[in-house]
């Protein structure tokens, strides 16, 4: 049975940082895309980024150079560290799981869901 369990979401401060974590069971990461999305309120749910095989990386043009997805396959784990944060940058962050090996930052596109983690953006 495959299970997503997201965890680090908090509030932080414009600028800072935060290390999101995707503990994945029930599935080898390898054999998955697994992704990162996010959704504000009142607003559409969208793509962050994405990881697949061989460690390739994809991510949406709002967080180029700011966020950086990573996976630890001892641990069937995957990472989002974000930096630079920024108040648009507040929503619920959403892990998802991808039965092929190929990446899509396309929510709908996604076969397997966490429960999300909230992060705020605030002064």
């Known amino acids: 049975q495959v299970q997503l369990v997201e965890s680090g979401g908090g509030l932080v401060q414009p600028g800072g940082s935060l290390r999101l974590s995707c503990a994945a069971s029930?599935?080898?990461?390898?054999?998955?895309?697994i992704g990162w999305y996010r959704q504000a309120p009142g607003k559409e749910r969208e793509g962050v980024s994405c990881?697949?095989?061989?460690?390739?990386?994809f991510y949406a043009d709002s967080v180029k150079g700011r966020f950086t997805i990573s996976r630890d396959n001892a641990r069937n784990t995957v990472y989002l560290h974000m930096n630079s944060l920024k108040p648009e940058d507040t929503a619920t962050y959403y892990c998802?799981?991808?039965?092929?090996?190929?990446?899509?930052?396309?929510?709908?596109?996604?076969?397997?869901w966490g429960k999300g983690t909230l992060v705020t953006v605030s002064s």
């Open positions: 990881i697949r095989s061989f460690g390739v990386t």
């Open positions: 998802a799981a991808r039965s092929r090996r190929v990446c899509s930052l396309r929510y709908r596109e996604m076969d397997y």
């Open positions: 029930g599935f080898t990461l390898d054999d998955y895309a």
